[in-house]
């Protein structure tokens, strides 16, 4: 029997509700991990250098289609629960075709501007054709990123979780694939890696652009709308705190490199592309759990159903918490196995991965929850609250951490910067969860 996210949910509905979505994510998170993977172990060190110097440029622009995937998402849910089915297919259809107009716009910008791009991320000369050899391929196919993205969550609304997971693991076995013939077979390096992820961004958007254009049964399908700006200015406000998330993973990716390259040089940027894979891999368990309960989060707000909210509020909490501890359980005790997989060609490499693993995993501990708070809080339709809890986890305390932590431990201090930044954003994220639970009564 499919769930909808009108049910009322125990654990394992839970369970059984956001599991297509964990696996989504987790299964999107490959996509760059794979072509680290045979970028590293294929094309070698300078290409694998390149591919993540170039890769939080790309990240950051992705930050859009997060934005209003995420806070559309809520927007339409809130619309559902107050039975304004048409609104909320007009709504849907605005959203998408924006989406493609503002990515189309970002692409030809950010094309244009590779090479100042390039040497912003700290790219030396002999790394710049890498950086674009990966790069330019991505930017040009944003908007099939931008779609890909946005529709995983809108797939979530209308109960079809495992469309999504079934579209994921097919483009995400498409990559695998692609990556080996691509870099393996025909040896095209960075560019042969970036093609096969723009090609399965295409695949991941394309599938449900159908499904919504042919279901015009379903509670949100493609119609005829016109222009409601200021609606679409509460979806972009209600998906801010995602966007600040992503902008800032992203930037503060960039100030890491930066600093690795005048610490450490291109081993430092290599050992942090490793664990940034990992942390992308381990923080998509959250991420999916979280995007799956947004929705039925925002119908029983727009339900007013307050007794739902506490139900959905409570065992979550208890269910990240089991998560966090069992992420840094495998994390830590891997740690060795987990660096093999990336850099078991150096010595050298796998000692400085398997140090930087055992500290950095550490953060996992407080990121589920503030993940999480900060996803609830923008299924309440609240985007101030959910992105003042992003800035400060993702951009304010990082930021802080890493210009405090080297200073007092030297490289170590930079593996440990985040789990500084996550131990301060879960305080704000458990004030803000307590203080507001006599505006939504969910306490």
């Given at each position: ?15 059984r ?34 591919l ?17 995937g ?45 090479v100042?791009i ?5 790219a ?18 944003q ?12 797939l ?56 919504f254009?042919?279901h ?31 902008v ?9 490199n ?20 990992l ?13 799956a ?14 007794k ?47 140090m ?28 101030p ?20 932590m080297?200073?007092?431990?030297g ?8 789990v ?19 505006r939504?009564?969910?306490?």
């Amino acid at each position: 029997m499919e769930l909808k996210i009108s049910d009322h949910f125990t654990y394992s509905k839970l369970l059984r509700f956001t599991f297509p979505s964990v696996v989504m994510m987790v299964f999107m998170s490959l996509y760059t991990i794979v072509d680290g993977f045979f970028v590293s172990n294929l094309a070698g060190k300078d290409a694998f250098t390149s591919l993540n110097l170039i890769w939080p440029a790309v990240g950051l622009l992705g930050a859009f289609g997060f934005m209003f995937g995420t806070g559309g998402t809520a927007l339409v849910s809130k619309t559902l629960g107050e039975q304004k089915k048409e609104l909320a297919c007009e709504y849907f259809t605005m959203i998408m075709v924006f989406e493609v107009i503002l990515a189309l716009v970002v692409s030809a910008i950010t094309i244009a501007m590779i090479v100042p791009i390039c040497h912003l991320v700290g790219a030396t000369e002999d790394l710049i054709p890498g950086c674009i050899a990966y790069g330019v391929p991505l930017l040009a196919m944003q908007m099939f990123m931008y779609l890909s993205n946005s529709y995983q969550s809108f797939l979530i609304v209308v109960g079809k979780a495992k469309l999504g997971l079934c579209i994921t693991i097919i483009t995400g076995l498409s990559n695998m694939i692609l990556d080996y013939v691509f870099v393996g077979v025909f040896q095209m390096g960075v560019f042969g890696a970036a093609l096969a992820t723009g090609m399965n961004w295409i695949i991941g958007a394309t599938i449900p652009t159908w499904w919504f254009w042919k279901h015009q049964e379903a509670d949100i399908h493609f119609t005829k709308f016109k222009w409601r700006f200021k609606e679409l200015g509460k979806a972009s406000f209600n998906g801010l705190s995602e966007m600040v998330s992503t902008v800032s993973m992203n930037l503060i990716v960039l100030l890491y490199n930066l600093s690795l390259m005048k610490m450490a040089g291109p081993d430092g940027v290599v050992v942090y592309g490793v664990i940034q894979y990992l942390s992308f891999l381990f923080a998509s368990v959250f991420l999916g759990y979280s995007m799956a309960i947004a929705p039925c989060v925002g119908y029983q707000y727009g339900a007013k159903r307050p007794k739902e909210l506490k139900n959905l509020l409570v065992k979550s909490i208890s269910l990240i918490a089991i998560f966090s501890v069992m992420t840094v359980s495998l994390a830590y005790m891997g740690s060795w196995q987990l660096s093999a997989i990336f850099v078991s060609y150096s010595d050298h490499l796998m000692e400085m991965c398997e140090m930087a693993i055992r500290i950095y995993c550490l953060g996992f501990l407080m990121a589920g929850m503030n993940i999480f708070a900060s996803g609830f809080f923008t299924a309440l339709n609240n985007g101030p609250v959910s992105a003042l809890i992003s800035l400060l986890r993702t951009f304010v305390f990082q930021v802080g951490s890493i210009l405090i932590m080297p200073q007092l431990f030297g490289i170590n201090g930079i593996w440990s910067a985040t789990v500084v930044a996550e131990a301060l954003a879960l305080v704000v994220s458990l004030a803000f969860l307590f203080g507001m639970r006599k505006r939504y009564s969910y306490f």
